[in-house]
């Protein structure tokens, strides 16, 4: 297995990708207008150091690489941590030399379905990947069960709105098994042609459920609110 990583620069409140002042730098550049008026001083050598261990990796799409799950923590050693007191990369880090397995959690006791051993560990791994706020993709086959792995997951993570998107014809379904398998979670079916009247309820409810032909029309609206997961079904 393996990971897809982009890196990007913080200056204040805003982000600059790696190929951004990596041209800055070589067009003999050190000083970076972060926003009107205020500038940051960047380290040539600490960027080209950067580059050269990026340079090693293959490219993916967008801007990004791709990292061996073996190379990981070694690639994240060499990369110096935000200043911000906390160190997200040092907790991948550790998490990574450190890792004896997945997290021993059991199944929910609010989930009203009994998960067999393979849909428990999905489980566990998403529980896993959440930790270190990473993504990931349930891809088991069809009719194993990955709706209820994340209902699941969304039962035990006890945290509010997540955000379902799915082709319009599934709407009705996780609807569904939202309603079967976790009755006790609030459900809100942002579809229909009054739906954005609905927009004040999103962090009132656990679920939102919504369909790739809206979120293409409301992704400003949908972007203005703080998801605590976002779950795409293809």
Same mark, same amino acid.
């Given at each position: 297995?393996?990971?897809?990583?982009?890196?990007?620069?913080?200056?204040?409140?805003?982000?600059?990708?790696?190929?951004?002042?990596?041209?800055?730098?070589?067009?003999?550049?050190?000083?970076?207008?972060?926003?009107?008026?205020?500038?940051?001083?960047?380290?040539?050598?600490?960027?080209?150091?950067?580059?050269?261990?990026?340079?090693?990796?293959?490219? $993916?799409?967008?801007?990004? *690489?791709?990292?061996? !799950?073996? =190379?990981?923590?070694?690639? +994240?050693? #060499?990369?110096?941590?935000?200043?911000?007191?906390?160190?997200?990369?040092?907790?991948?880090?550790?998490?990574?030399?450190?890792?004896?397995?997945?997290?021993?959690?059991?199944?929910?006791?609010?989930?009203? $379905?009994?998960?067999?051993? *393979?849909?428990?560990? !999905?489980? =566990?791994?998403?529980?896993? +990947?959440? #930790?270190?706020?990473?993504?990931?993709?349930?891809?088991?086959?069809?009719?194993?069960?990955?709706?209820?792995?994340?209902?699941?997951?969304?039962?035990?993570?006890?945290?509010?709105?997540?955000?379902?998107? $799915?082709?319009?014809?599934?709407?009705?379904?996780?609807?569904?098994?939202?309603?079967?398998?976790?009755?006790?979670?609030?459900?809100?079916?942002?579809?229909?042609?009054?739906?954005?009247?609905?927009?004040?309820?999103?962090?009132?409810?656990?679920?939102?459920?919504?369909?790739?032909?809206?979120?293409?029309?409301?992704?400003?609206?949908?972007?203005?609110?703080?998801?605590?997961?976002?779950?795409?079904?293809?």
């Amino acid at each position: 297995g393996g990971f897809t990583v982009a890196l990007q620069y913080k200056y204040g409140d805003r982000f600059f990708s790696h190929e951004e002042i990596l041209t800055l730098v070589r067009n003999e550049q050190s000083i970076l207008e972060v926003s009107p008026g205020y500038f940051a001083s960047v380290d040539p050598l600490e960027v080209e150091r950067i580059q050269n261990l990026l340079s090693q990796l293959p490219k $993916a799409k967008g801007g990004r *690489y791709r990292v061996a !799950g073996h =190379q990981l923590a070694g690639i +994240l050693e #060499q990369i110096p941590p935000a200043d911000t007191g906390v160190d997200p990369l040092k907790m991948l880090r550790e998490s990574f030399t450190n890792f004896k397995g997945l997290p021993d959690i059991p199944t929910p006791t609010k989930l009203n $379905a009994t998960l067999r051993p *393979y849909q428990l560990i !999905g489980l =566990q791994w998403l529980c896993f +990947l959440k #930790q270190y706020r990473l993504g990931g993709i349930l891809a088991d086959d069809m009719g194993l069960g990955k709706t209820v792995e994340t209902i699941a997951f969304l039962v035990h993570a006890q945290e509010r709105p997540t955000l379902i998107i $799915a082709p319009t014809s599934v709407i009705f379904n996780w609807s569904a098994e939202l309603e079967r398998f976790a009755p006790h979670l609030s459900v809100l079916e942002f579809t229909g042609s009054k739906r954005h009247s609905l927009h004040a309820e999103f962090e009132k409810v656990d679920v939102v459920l919504t369909s790739y032909a809206l979120i293409r029309r409301d992704i400003d609206l949908l972007t203005q609110v703080n998801w605590a997961h976002v779950v795409l079904d293809e």
